[in-house]
């Protein structure tokens, strides 16, 4: 069966520090990844998402970035945290193929102060 | 146009009751509507899903209805349970191998 997993769990940061978020797939090949951003008591926001490796598709402007370095690892990044950066973070992956149901990680919940 | 409305924000239901929630898209282009269920502190589950070929579909409790004329869709949860507290997304789907998500709603079932 497939798995997903995200880590950390919780993050607390100060503004201006650099950020590193990884979720990785486990027992499916090539998946589509999304990175999604959740405000307290909001919807999902999509950040990024990824139909392989090194192919990234940013969603929002805004200072994340994201990298694929292998087939069932994705990476959330930034280099300066701001206050605004706050929020629960979720992974998703996806089979391959339209219309297909993606399936969340647990989140990292990140505060900055 | 990419835009999926969900409505109401928050849900109060007596146990046994039927809570009903409901969403409205405007992009024509969507064709792959799922719904997920969300646990304070855990991501979202996938709930039920259906696509615009059928007007509802069920499983177990829960009750997908699908009005493809008026752009609508709607989640029925029967006999709902305390253990259904939790809040719930609408999302739609098209070519673009991406979900665009409602708003939520956060659905408290008193026993």
């Known amino acids: 069966s497939q798995t997903i997993h995200q880590w950390p769990a919780t993050l607390v940061q100060p503004v201006g520090s650099p950020l590193s978020l990884e979720c990785t797939v486990e027992g499916t090949s090539n998946p589509n990844l999304y990175w999604y951003r959740q405000a307290a008591g909001r919807g999902l926001q999509l950040l990024f998402y990824s139909v392989g490796i090194g192919q990234i598709s940013s969603e929002v402007p805004q200072n994340l970035s994201a990298s694929r370095p292998q087939d069932r690892q994705f990476i959330l990044s930034s280099k300066k945290l701001l206050l605004s950066d706050s929020g629960f973070y979720l992974c998703a992956w996806a089979r391959t193929g339209i219309n297909q149901p993606q399936h969340f990680g647990d989140g990292t919940r990140l505060s900055i102060l | 146009q990419q835009q999926v409305k969900q409505s109401p924000q928050s849900l109060i239901v007596q146990k046994g009751g039927i809570s009903i929630i409901n969403c409205a898209y405007e992009n024509t282009a969507f064709d792959y509507f799922p719904w997920y269920q969300q646990f304070p502190g855990k991501g979202p589950a996938l709930l039920i899903a259906?696509?615009?070929?059928?007007s509802e579909k069920k499983e177990g409790r829960f009750t997908i209805s699908f009005n493809k004329s008026a752009k609508q869709f709607s989640l029925h949860i029967m006999d709902s349970q305390p253990g259904d507290s939790a809040t719930y997304f609408c999302a739609a789907g098209g070519s673009a191998r991406q979900l665009t998500f409602g708003s939520g709603t956060q659905l408290t079932v008193l026993p």
């Open positions: 259906i696509r615009p070929d059928v």
